[in-house]
């Protein structure tokens, strides 16, 4: 049977937080396939929509490259605690390095050009689940159950452009239900 579990907020605010939901995937796991959605973990939108905000009208680069390392700091302090192994631990450290890295080019740009639009808000608020799909797809694989991280993108996820309140275009659902 197919099961769709979500997560988000204080359920994968922080390691411990993110080992537990994980471990609750664990038991449902067996002779189940199982779907997880995961939102950031808590308080991290809301940091990133203030940051880029910031960004557009006062930041400077030392304000990003501090914003960044931050976020870094609380992902990585997540990953130590949610993630058993250590080979799964560097594996997915590297691929949040990379994640981190466009991170910051996106919101130095968005200094340079002392301008947020809906279109480049949405996709720094698309870092808090991406940033939280691996790490928590690791902690799984700690675990011993399969996981793979897909963003919406790579789920087949293609919304409209009606940036801040996009939907997806018709005919997604049926994509993503097989």
Request: a neutral charge; glycine letters at 8%.
């Amino acid at each position: 049977m197919r099961i769709v579990m979500k997560f988000g907020g204080a359920s994968v605010k922080d390691g411990d937080a993110i080992l537990h939901s994980a471990n609750l995937v664990k038991k449902f796991a067996n002779n189940n396939e199982i779907v997880v959605v995961v939102s950031a973990m808590s308080g991290v939108t809301d940091s990133l929509i203030n940051a880029a905000k910031k960004c557009s009208s006062e930041a400077s680069a030392g304000f990003v490259k501090l914003f960044v390392a931050e976020m870094m700091k609380k992902h990585y302090e997540a990953v130590e605690k949610a993630v058993l192994s250590e080979d799964i631990k560097n594996k997915v450290i590297n691929a949040l390095e990379k994640l981190f890295d466009e991170l910051e080019k996106v919101l130095l740009g968005i200094t340079y050009l002392g301008e947020l639009t809906k279109r480049s808000e949405d996709y720094i608020v698309s870092f808090g689940e991406r940033l939280l799909a691996p790490i928590f797809s690791a902690s799984l694989l700690s675990l011993g159950v399969d996981s793979v991280a897909l963003t919406g993108c790579d789920a087949g996820i293609i919304t409209d452009r009606n940036y801040g309140k996009a939907k997806p275009l018709p005919g997604v659902y049926e994509v993503i239900k097989n």
